[in-house]
């Protein structure tokens, strides 16, 4: 099914799809979004990736693709929001370690569908011979898996949006020795991986996105743990303004309203034309 969006001489367009997966063995239904303009063949076309793509159908998404653009013209995107499956807390996890609670037991075999599967099969879709750029963002867990996958993978990922980012992942329960500095799974990789330089990151958390605080610091978690996330960036070698964008919402909430109304600043971010 196709949908449209007429804005002045623009068209908004979303495809709707579902693919058969040999790697996570099952149905995955993803969603196209795209301005009507785009020649796929002869455009320099950016593909940007998001998890848990039905929530981009909650929050309309092709009405905020058209706004955004008619307010600072994007560069030429195609953005995919891939549905999530019912094993979603096995398949967002980090790839190749798991959780204290063994959560995460898909997440290699859902990389391996977004790199062999997903992606290739978008390119021959879109008749794209090769995007100009790949990016990847997502919500909560999904942002987690984002940047999992984009940080194994950078001759492939140029930019990351974590909304929410479940990066408190952890290999070690709070009552068995938990560290702050040692046992959160992503911010490890960060630290002991290499630093890409052509790689930017933007994160998005809010001050209400949940009550919980483990260190009892005054700062909710989920700010702490994406501020910690930072920070292992900038100790990377990433510069806050330059690679790091970080935009925290006061009357921001872990839900879907929060994440369309910070959605538009993340694409003026990262492709906007000027």
Not at 11 to 39: C, G, H, L, M, P
Not at 58 to 66: D, G, S, T
Not at 67 to 86: E, Y
Request: some cysteine.
């Amino acid at each position: 099914m196709t949908l449209d969006i007429l804005h002045l001489n623009k068209v908004f367009i979303s495809d709707n799809y579902t693919v058969e997966s040999i790697n996570i063995k099952r149905e995955v239904k993803y969603d196209a979004y795209y301005a009507s303009d785009i020649n796929f063949a002869t455009d320099s076309v950016n593909l940007l990736l998001v998890n848990d793509g039905q929530d981009l159908v909650k929050m309309n998404f092709l009405q905020i693709l058209e706004k955004t653009d008619s307010i600072a013209a994007l560069k030429p995107l195609l953005v995919v929001g891939i549905h999530c499956g019912a094993d979603r807390i096995e398949e967002y996890g980090t790839a190749d370690i798991l959780d204290f609670k063994g959560r995460g037991k898909k997440g290699a075999n859902y990389r391996r569908f977004i790199i062999e599967e997903l992606i290739p099969k978008l390119q021959v879709q879109y008749k794209v011979k090769q995007f100009t750029e790949i990016s990847y963002a997502g919500f909560s867990l999904g942002g987690l898996s984002a940047i999992d996958i984009a940080w194994k993978y950078p001759k492939i990922f140029t930019k990351v949006g974590v909304f929410s980012g479940a990066l408190w992942w952890r290999n070690v329960a709070l009552d068995s020795g938990y560290q702050e500095d040692k046992n959160k799974i992503m911010h490890q990789l960060i630290r002991h991986g290499k630093y890409q330089p052509h790689m930017k990151f933007y994160f998005e958390v809010g001050r209400l996105d949940e009550t919980s605080d483990r260190n009892n610091n005054g700062v909710i978690d989920a700010i702490d743990d994406t501020r910690d996330m930072i920070m292992e960036l900038k100790n990377k070698g990433y510069s806050p303004g330059k690679d790091i964008e970080y935009l925290e919402l006061p009357d921001g909430k872990h839900d879907v309203n929060t994440w369309a109304k910070a959605f538009p600043a993340f694409l003026v971010w990262g492709w906007h034309k000027n």
